[in-house]
Nanobody, 129 residues
Framework: EVQLQASGGGLVQAGGSLRLSCAAS????????IGWFRQAPGKEREGVSC????????YYPDSVKGRFTISRDNAKNTVHLQMNSLKPEDTAVYYC??????????????????????WGKGTLVTVSS
């Protein structure tokens, strides 16, 4: 059974930091890219980061670039999302997802495709002003 378990969410003040973790099982972790997505109430789901399986290349949209850092530990089947300089607009439920590749859709602006093979349950991040 495929499982993706996100953890590490919580309440933090603006300017603070959180580190999310995604623990994966039930598939060959090394062969899959892992993405982080978020969804705020009344808003569309947004991809905020992705890390490839092959060379560890990463993707961030402009909204989080320079503040969020994704990393993976293949030995532990885990991906982390370090979130710094958090803003109230970062408040959302954060989900991790797996797919053979990170697919960035060309657009204005470009965005991370939602077409991931596996999804986990989310963890809530609340940033107070």
């Amino acid at each position: 059974e495929v499982q993706l378990q996100a953890s590490g969410g919580g309440l933090v003040q603006a300017g603070g930091s959180l580190r999310l973790s995604c623990a994966a099982s039930g598939f060959t972790f090394d062969d899959y890219a892992i993405g982080w997505f978020r969804q705020a109430p009344g808003k569309e789901r947004e991809g905020v980061s992705c890390i490839s399986s092959s060379d560890g290349s990463t993707y961030y949209p402009d909204s989080v670039k320079g503040r969020f850092t994704i990393s993976r530990d293949n030995a532990k089947n885990t991906v982390h999302l370090q979130m710094n300089s958090l803003k109230p607009e970062d408040t959302a439920v954060y989900y991790c997802a797996a797919d053979p590749r990170c697919t960035v859709v060309v657009g204005t602006p470009p965005y991370l495709s939602y077409g991931m093979a596996y999804w986990g349950k989310g963890t809530l991040v609340t940033v107070s002003s």
